[in-house]
Nanobody, 120 residues
Framework: QVHLEESGGGSVQAGGTLTLSCAAYGYTFNIDCMGWFRQAPGSAREQVATADSHGTITYTDSVKGRFTISQNSAKTRLDMQMNNVKPEDTAIYYC??????????????WGQGTQVTVSS
C-alpha cells in the first residue's frame, strides 16, 4: 500500500504562483509513475502532469509552459509549481501513483485532494 498526502493548495489571484506538494509513504519502492490530476466542478477528472521512473515528464496542453513538476530521486515526493495561474485552473488537485508505466494510466493510489481556487 502507498499513502499519498497533498499540500499547498489555497486561493490565489490570476497570474500568481502556487506550489503543490505530494508526499508518498509506505511501499514506495515499486512506484513507477507519479502524477497530478484535477477535477473542476461539473467536469471530468483531467490528467495534468506525470513523471515516470526514467525521468520522462508529460503535461497536458493547457498547462504547458506554466506548470512544472519535479520529483525527488527516491520517488517519494512530487511537487508542482503553478505559474501564471488562470481562473480555469480552479479545481481539486489530486496526486496519484502506481507501479505501472505512466502511459498505461493505472493509478491505484490517490491522495485526498487539495483545493486550488484562482480568482480573476
Amino acid at each position: 500500500q502507498v499513502h499519498l498526502e497533498e499540500s499547498g493548495g489555497g486561493s490565489v489571484q490570476a497570474g500568481g504562483t502556487l506550489t503543490l506538494s505530494c508526499a508518498a509513504y509506505g511501499y514506495t519502492f515499486n512506484i513507477d509513475c507519479m502524477g497530478w490530476f484535477r477535477q473542476a466542478p461539473g467536469s471530468a477528472r483531467e490528467q495534468v502532469a506525470t513523471a515516470d521512473s526514467h525521468g520522462t515528464i508529460t503535461y497536458t496542453d493547457s498547462v504547458k509552459g506554466r506548470f512544472t513538476i519535479s520529483q525527488n530521486s527516491a520517488k517519494t515526493r512530487l511537487d508542482m509549481q503553478m505559474n501564471n495561474v488562470k481562473p480555469e485552473d480552479t479545481a481539486i488537485y489530486y496526486c496519484a501513483t502506481g507501479p505501472r508505466p505512466c502511459q498505461e494510466g493505472d493509478f491505484p493510489y490517490w491522495g485526498q485532494g487539495t483545493q486550488v481556487t484562482v480568482s480573476s
